[in-house]
């Protein structure tokens, strides 16, 4: 009669633990990078208006010059 305690499941269970550990981790990495990422993306695109506001009041032409004190 075998041991119920040790059958050949109870290794398997070891096994998914530690696979489902590996992958929470694994999903936990990528929630963080893809957390950097669309930081980075708002950044980009705050950054692409900023400089788009800059070319169109560039391309209104100079400031007008403050006049000059005697």
């Known amino acids: 009669m075998a041991d119920s305690r040790w059958s050949e499941k ?3 269970r070891s096994v998914e633990a530690a696979e ?3 992958l929470r981790a694994r999903n936990a990495k990528l929630e963080a990078e893809l957390k950097n ?3 980075a993306l708002d950044i980009m695109g ?3 208006a900023l400089l788009e ?3 169109e009041s560039a391309d209104e032409g100079p400031p007008p010059m403050p006049p ?3």
């Open 46 to 48: 705050k950054a692409h």
């Open 68 to 70: 000059k004190k005697s």
């Open 37 to 39: 990422t669309r930081t």
């Open 53 to 55: 506001q800059l070319s």
């Open 20 to 22: 489902l550990e590996r």
């Open 10 to 12: 109870r290794p398997k």
